[in-house]
């Protein structure tokens, strides 16, 4: 199973920036998806979650409002939108996959070897 990321690059305070997420080897429609980001020195954090079904999804505090998830399991894939981006959210973000229960932690099935997003003030 392979996750890829793309989609990140540099954007101003106030810009927005949409991540990718192709799945392969994995039939993304069981797995439960989300994102998370690790920024330098800091540990990795949750972001984003999503159900099967896309029908549910939960969000950190802080992108609470300015990001949303969603996915495409016909073409195998999961994006992050992102708003209203800050410079606290330049980090590397990760996708992540799971195949028991929901997302919650970093205790996952799969990642991705991430994309970087840098915002500047």
């Known amino acids: 199973a392979q996750l890829v990321e793309s989609g990140g690059g540099s954007v101003q305070a106030g810009g927005s920036l949409r991540l990718s997420c192709v799945a392969s080897?994995?039939?993304?429609?069981?797995?439960?998806m989300g994102w998370f980001r690790q920024a330098p020195g800091k540990e990795r954090e949750f972001v984003a979650s999503?159900?099967?079904?896309?029908?549910?999804?939960n969000f950190a505090d802080s992108v609470k409002g300015r990001f949303t998830i969603s996915r495409d399991n016909a073409k195998n894939t999961v994006y992050l939108q992102m708003n209203s981006l800050k410079p606290e959210d330049t980090a590397v973000y990760y996708c992540?996959?799971?195949?028991?229960?929901?997302?919650?932690?970093?205790?996952?099935?799969?990642w991705g070897q991430g994309t970087q997003v840098t915002v500047s003030s």
């Open positions: 999503i159900s099967r079904s896309g029908g549910t999804s």
């Open positions: 080897g994995i039939t993304l429609s069981i797995y439960a």
């Open positions: 992540a996959a799971k195949y028991h229960g929901e997302i919650r932690t970093t205790d996952v099935t799969y």
